[in-house]
Every structure is written in structure tokens, then in C-alpha cells.
């Protein structure tokens, strides 16, 4: 499984940006599939999680600093994965990443994820 993630950049505080997670290799179907963040200086952390199966959605899951402003997302026929960011704050400002486990156990764990993007910058400006 490849995965690219794109559709960072540079937003005001209170804006709105759309990340996208591409996966190529084989489809998302049943994978545990997360986003993932890291500012500069920090640990990486759990921002969201979701699983699917065709028209089933098995979990959708956030962390409490993003949960009411972020929405996470699949689309089984494009095979990606989306995070849709608004009511942007500075504190948001990291590099993002999508992850994908094929055997969806430890949600919010690093660890539990077999396969990572390569990242994409989200920029906040107060």
C-alpha cells in the first residue's frame, strides 16, 4: 500500500482546508485508517481515525482537541481518504499524515499503523 497525502497550506485562523489521502496498491476496505499530526518540536499525535466496507462506516473517531471542527472521510470508488479542517487555529499548524492499518486495533496509536503518507504541511497564521 502507497499512500499520498496533499491539500495543505496556508490558512487564517478560522479558515477551512481539505486534506486528501490517495492510497494505491490495493482499496482501503476494512483498514483501520487514520490521520496523524506532528508540529515542529512535538511528538506526533492521533487527530482522527475512521474505518469502512463498502457502504459501512465502522468507526469515525477524534481527538478531543479537533473533535467539532474536523470531519475525516473515505470514498471506497476513489480509494481516499479526506480530512476536512475548519474553524482553523494556529495551534492546528503541523505536518499532517494519513496512515493505514490493515488490521484496525490500537486507533490513536503510532505504533498500529503498518503504512504512512509522506506528509503535508498545514500552516495556521493568527
Known amino acids: 500500500v502507497q499512500l499520498q497525502a496533499s491539500g495543505g497550506g496556508l490558512v487564517q485562523a478560522g479558515g477551512s482546508l481539505r486534506l486528501s489521502c490517495a492510497a494505491s496498491?490495493?482499496?482501503?476496505?476494512?483498514?483501520?485508517m487514520g490521520w496523524f499530526r506532528q508540529a515542529p518540536g512535538k511528538e506526533r499525535e492521533f487527530v482522527a481515525a475512521i474505518s469502512w466496507s463498502g457502504g459501512t462506516t465502522y468507526y469515525r473517531y477524534y481527538a478531543d482537541s479537533v473533535k467539532g471542527r474536523f470531519t475525516i472521510s473515505g470514498d471506497n470508488a476513489k480509494n481516499t481518504m479526506y480530512l476536512q479542517m475548519n474553524s482553523l487555529k494556529p495551534e492546528d499548524t503541523a505536518v499532517y499524515y494519513c496512515?493505514?492499518?490493515?488490521?484496525?486495533?490500537?486507533?490513536?496509536?503510532?505504533?498500529?499503523?503498518?503504512?504512512w503518507g509522506q506528509g503535508t504541511l498545514v500552516t495556521v497564521s493568527s
Open positions: 496498491g490495493r482499496p482501503f476496505s476494512g483498514y483501520g
Open positions: 496512515a493505514a492499518d490493515p488490521s484496525p486495533g490500537g486507533i490513536i496509536v503510532v505504533a498500529d499503523y503498518d503504512y
